[in-house]
């Protein structure tokens, strides 16, 4: 093998790496994105059973009036 072609494949195996690298973060950074979004989804589902609860415990003992 001559010095080029070594250079060459060291490129090619540096540039591989790169993009496992960058597909890597992209999968990480859509994974934090999904796990935000269900959090958030979450927070809602329980903040909108807080209010009929609470909806509840005012029909319940009439402060609803």
């Known amino acids: 093998m001559d010095s080029q072609n070594i250079n060459y494949q060291a490129g090619q195996a540096k540039a ?4 496992k690298a960058s597909n890597l973060t992209d999968k ?4 934090a994105q999904s796990t935000k979004e ?3 989804e979450a ?3 329980m903040q909108a059973k807080a209010r009929d ?6 029909e ?4 609803n009036k």
């Open 28 to 31: 990480a950074s859509s994974a």
């Open 60 to 63: 319940a003992t009439g402060m």
């Open 53 to 58: 609860t609470m909806d509840s415990v005012k």
């Open 38 to 40: 269900s959090i958030q």
């Open 43 to 45: 927070g809602a589902q």
């Open 16 to 19: 591989q790496t790169e993009e």
